[in-house]
């Protein structure tokens, strides 16, 4: 017996911070996936290496009352998302995993169960929901569906550090910024489907939040955005991922061109696209 999903990564913060004192976010998914596959076997090894998805297999396979089957089912996880850059590697692969098991036992599919069961593991990327949502990530006691997803270009500039979800967040971080004011501005550009607007409240965003996520290259970024006519950067929540937002394809193209003719000491760009349905 097999089963199998794909499910897509994030980019980053839209929105991140304290919202009548919860803490909160909202991210988008973007065209970069995890492929997790179940196969069911006497000497389940690969999954040895994958701890957060091995703990939320056997967590579900509990409520389920089905934990007898654990050790028979291995995992096997193709990713293309870049791992520890926050770009919700390990929420998409817990949600493969998940769309896997509900395949595999033939159960229905339980939001407020997937929810509980992320959280569970790791502070949880708003993209588990097919809307965009305001999500509170810690603890997934609050959630607000704004609409539907919006499809935008990022160029994206991706540093070497890598950071780890469970260990960033144990750290004695400084708060994060309020954005009470940002979030009815997030709301009309969501109903308007205004990328302007949306570009404005994630770069308020991520330069509310550098001092509790420093980004050593952010003016840069900033720099390149007003030079090729960005409509505003967007960072990865907990990361060391930069991007910039265009609405279309000539000004993203007229920005990797200019790339070319700047020396950018390590850090990888590449572009990716959002998900308006995944």
């Known amino acids: 017996m097999e089963a199998a999903a794909v499910y897509p990564g994030s980019f980053g913060e839209i929105l991140q911070g304290k919202m009548d004192g919860k803490d909160i976010l909202l991210s988008c998914p973007v065209n970069i996936y995890t492929e997790v596959k179940l196969i069911e076997c006497d000497d389940p090894v690969r999954r040895m290496n994958l701890k957060k998805s091995s703990d939320f297999l056997l967590n579900i396979l509990k409520c389920w009352g089905y934990e007898r089957y654990y050790k028979n089912i291995d995992i096997e996880i193709n990713s293309r998302i870049p791992r520890g850059k926050g770009l919700a590697s ?14 595999m036992f033939n159960r229905e599919f339980s939001e ?9 593991i790791e502070p949880t990327d708003s993209i588990i929901f ?17 609409g539907d997803y919006m499809s935008y270009d990022i ?6 550090k890598i950071v780890d979800t469970v260990e960033f967040n144990r750290r004695n971080l400084p708060e994060l910024s309020d954005v009470d004011d940002l979030v009815p501005l997030l709301k009309g550009a969501i ?6 607007k949306l570009a404005y ?11 509790r996520l420093y980004y050593d290259f952010l003016e840069r970024v900033i720099d390149i955005k007003d030079r090729t006519s960005g409509l505003g950067i ?22 990797e061109k200019l790339l070319k003719k700047l020396k950018l000491k390590n850090i990888k760009v590449y572009r990716v696209k959002t998900l308006k349905k995944f």
């Open 112 to 120: 407020s169960e997937l929810i509980e069961n992320c959280v569970n």
């Open 191 to 196: 109903m308007e489907k205004n990328l302007s």
């Open 234 to 255: 967007v960072g990865a929540h907990s990361g060391n991922v930069l991007g910039i937002i265009y609405e279309d394809r000539e000004k993203i193209d007229f920005g």
């Open 201 to 211: 409240v994630s770069t308020e965003s991520i330069i509310r939040n550098q001092r």
């Open 90 to 103: 390990s929420t998409a692969d817990l949600c493969a995993v998940y769309y896997s098991l509900i395949s």
């Open 130 to 146: 097919k809307k965009m949502t305001l999500f509170e990530y810690k603890n997934g006691k609050y959630k607000c569906t704004l």
């Open 155 to 160: 160029l994206a500039f991706e540093g070497e």
